[in-house]
């Protein structure tokens, strides 16, 4: 399978966008994060999160080749077809079908509304939030609203209350909170 640093490397080849690349970093945190839940495989899991946007800056003005273009880049790479699945079924190209899938797509704009709540917070830090403080956030139409609640809240497709999930997300980017800057 294709390796952490290969994959990293490919990121900052294809992402020249640091903000972009750390959102992918926190996707890759949180997905790990998760298959720990649920007693599925880590690596598979995070190697999907950290490369599920790869192709976000070639595909930034064709928007329905987000995800195709992935698939492209990674052709011949070793990477797990269910992996491939569920960066595919994240735009909507393929149905949401695993719990892989199913994670990916709820934790995509979950990591958008924890770096705009950190952002937001007088400390500024990852490690000042707690579930309480995101829930108001989350509650706020306003606040982040380009992390879209509903997506969000298809956690529930994978059997996990709000709470829980804002929970489990907050602990995997806390992981990586060095790498993420706060
Ligand atoms: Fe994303």
Redesign the pocket.
Known sequence: MLSRSDALALVQQHVPNRNLVK??IA?EAVMRRLARRFGEDEEVWSLAGLL??LD?METAEAFDRHGFRTAEILAGKDVPAEALHAIMA?PGHLPRESRMDQALYAV?PL?GLIVAGALMHPQKKLAALDVEYLLRRFKEKRFAAGADRGQIQSCAELGLPLEEFLRLGLEGMNEVSGELGF
């Open positions: 959102h992918m996707v599920h946007d976000y994240h995509d990591t």
